[in-house]
């Protein structure tokens, strides 16, 4: 290599083709993946096709899709977010408290549930930078601080740990079409979550490869201290992400919420792992750096069409669990070596 | 090279010639982003002075009383063996360390510089060893990190990657660099071309002194030969050139002054008058020790080896 010169490199490169550059795309696996577990349903069962099966696949994929994404560009930038899934409960027993115990006004309770979640992910954000712990550590911390006190500050205050009597409240029901409601289109009945769905994955792939902050994500999590040598604001960036991971709990904790009007200690709890695992299914590299938000989405997709299919084909809903971890494990190994070539083969 | 990717008025032997600054900003708009350095000063006016700067983390002295200067079109090169202190003066003047003795004079103001941040504003810019760069991203993503050009306001203030990816392609033509192809990860090129990236990255964006960590200790002659060249066209380009180095016959073509450390400390600072490339050479591997060391080799091969076997004979 010492004596490589500029003219030289044209004449050892091979020309890279559009087949190989597209399967170097990150969300590649993912999309293979997501077609063969559509495929196999759409032939297997009968209702994963109909417009109610699609409706629920659809509906339960949107709801992990919404935080899997956000946990992917956390994951892009290089961190962890292990409290994601407490948060969604967190912010929806936070709305629920607020009302019906307080009666405090519901749109302020909305957005009061968003700043404390906000300051959530800051708090997560600013201790795994500060520290220099890692984010698993961190955020595992958070995880079990918010899992207990979810429960027994609820119990605490309104004697019991599921939310009652959200219907009652004023103003319910000119907020909840927002998160909860739903329509119909090509006959299948939508949840409103799809549309945000459909909204994160929008902007999270603009903010990635279209603004200057998802440049950052990328160098944050690809080199740190690289980035922060040329003037990347390196603490900026990774505490924003923490808090897009948490506003996004806060916005599926709205949509559960507002879908079934009432949430309890145990909700989001576990779903954690499944964020992350959508998130690498999706290609983001463990190591950061390497990612999009487009794969996590379809990641989430995965999930949600697996869970109704499995259902569907009346299997033991059991097996659910299995395929992810299978799938996870592929989806690493592929990630691996898609990334080794991505190195070396140019 | 090929001549056909130094577009955008660039001349075909775009090599030879680096066009000025401001130039480049022309030919695609609001491109400014990074420059809020000062301007250059006319050439030979000083930009980094330091006087008597010595840095001690706690009980060591990594560093102590060195005295030099960088002047706008002129190269300062530090020479250096291992663990003479090199890495500690670059962190003092990339204000990455603060200075625990000395006075660090920028433009006729002393300074203490808090942050690596505080220098590049007052237009000192350091290419590191490791280069601060990012493999995985491409070449244009890395050329712009932390200071991306975008277009449009408010919630549509987007990066501006056409713009990008041609200033990336022009700059590096006019280092000797044609990359077929600017979105390949960084990673995948070769060391002196990263170097190149590097370098061409700080320049453009502004910097007045350009601190370089050994450009040129992980390059083979011909690469090494190329980064020489460009910082001869930074230099020429009337920005004061730091140029770190072990290799004296690195340093002496393209220096103007000469500082040389060893054990934390500047054995002098010389004017390129005041030296010569043998002299250099001499003080640079310890002086009458190289030279005792080449007599021998020169002279009597065989009684090198006379002299440390009986020395082993001796110590055992």
């Known amino acids: 290599m010492s004596t490589t010169t500029a003219p030289d490199v044209d004449e050892r490169m091979v020309a890279t083709s559009r087949a190989t550059k597209t399967l170097r795309r990150p969300e590649v696996g993912s999309a293979i993946a997501a077609l063969i577990v559509f495929v196999f349903f759409s032939v297997y069962t009968s209702e994963f096709l109909s417009d109610q099966g699609v409706g629920t696949w659809l509906n339960s994929s949107s709801r992990i899709g919404i935080v899997a994404v956000a946990v992917a560009l ?4 290089g961190e962890f977010d292990l409290s994601t899934g407490t948060m969604v409960g967190t912010s929806g027993l936070m709305v629920g408290v607020l009302t019906t115990h307080y009666g405090l006004n519901i749109f302020v309770a909305v957005v009061v549930a968003l700043v404390a979640a906000l300051a959530i ?5 600013i201790l795994v930078m500060k ?3 890692p984010s698993f550590i961190v955020t595992l911390g958070t995880f079990f601080a918010l899992q207990g006190v979810n429960v ?8 019991q740990v599921a939310i009652q009597g959200m219907k009652l409240v004023p103003s ?13 289109f090509v006959g299948a009945s939508v949840d409103m979550s799809v549309l945000w769905f459909i909204g994160v994955i929008g902007a999270a792939t603009w903010l990635l490869l279209r603004t200057r902050p998802g440049n950052w994500v990328f160098a944050v999590g690809g080199a740190q201290q690289s980035s922060r040598q040329v003037g990347v604001p390196v603490l900026a960036t990774k505490v924003g992400l923490f808090m897009a991971t948490a506003g996004a709990g806060w916005l599926v904790g709205m949509v559960t919420l507002f879908k079934s009007s009432t949430v309890n200690g145990a909700t989001g709890v576990g779903d954690e792992f499944i964020f992350i695992i959508c998130a690498v299914v999706g290609g983001c590299l463990l190591t950061g750096g390497f990612g999009s938000a487009i794969g996590a989405a379809l990641g989430a997709m995965i999930y949600g069409m697996t869970q109704q299919g499995i259902v569907y084909a009346n299997w033991d809903s059991d097996w659910l669990k299995a395929f992810l971890g299978i799938m996870l494990l592929g989806a690493v190994l592929v990630n691996n070596w898609v990334r080794k070539r991505a190195e070396v083969s140019r | 090279m090929s001549t056909d990717e130094t577009r955008a008025g660039q001349p075909a032997s775009g090599q030879e010639d680096v066009e000025p600054a401001d130039a480049r900003v022309d030919d695609s708009g609001a491109e400014d982003a990074g420059r809020s350095a000062p301007a250059l000063p006319p050439r030979g006016t000083p930009i980094i002075e330091v006087t008597g700067i010595g840095k001690s983390y706690g009980q060591v002295i990594a560093l102590h009383d060195v005295t030099t200067s960088v002047r706008a079109g002129e190269v300062t090169c530090v020479l250096g063996d291992n663990g003479a202190g090199k890495s500690t003066f670059i962190k003092i003047l990339a204000g990455a360390h603060e200075h625990s003795e000395g006075k660090f004079v920028v433009d006729g103001t002393s300074r203490n510089m808090s942050s690596p941040r505080a220098a590049l504003a007052l237009g000192i810019a350091t290419v590191y060893q490791d280069l601060a760069v990012v493999p995985l991203m491409p070449v244009w993503r890395n050329f712009f990190l932390g200071s991306e050009l975008t277009r449009g306001l408010g919630p549509i203030k987007r990066l501006d990657i056409a713009a990008m990816k041609r200033i990336t392609k022009s700059e590096l033509a006019a280092m000797g660099i044609d990359l077929r192809d600017v979105d390949q990860p960084i990673g995948t090129l070769s060391g002196g071309e990263r170097q190149c990236v590097a370098i061409a990255r700080a320049v453009y964006f502004g910097a007045r002194a350009l601190i370089l960590d050994e450009p040129t200790a992980a390059l083979g002659v011909r690469q090494s030969g190329i980064v020489l060249k460009y910082i001869a066209k930074a230099r020429d380009r009337g920005l004061g050139v730091v140029f770190i180095t072990h290799n004296p016959h690195h340093a002496y073509p393209v220096g103007d002054r000469f500082m040389l450390l060893r054990r934390g400390r500047s054995m002098g600072d010389f004017a390129k008058s005041e030296i010569t490339l043998d002299e250099l050479v001499r003080m640079m591997s310890g002086g009458a020790e190289l030279e005792a060391l080449a007599h021998e ?3 009597e091969p065989e009684s090198a080896l006379t002299k440390s076997l009986r020395e082993e004979v001796e110590t055992s």
């Open chain 1, 172 to 184: 319910y029901d000119a907020i909840q079409p927002i998160f909860g409601g739903s329509f119909t």
């Open chain 1, 131 to 133: 520290t220099g712990l």
């Open chain 2, 297 to 299: 080799l020169q002279d």
């Open chain 1, 74 to 77: 956390l994951m892009i930038g």
């Open chain 1, 152 to 159: 027994a500050l609820t119990k605490a205050i309104i004697g």
């Open chain 1, 121 to 125: 992910g800051a708090v997560n954000g």
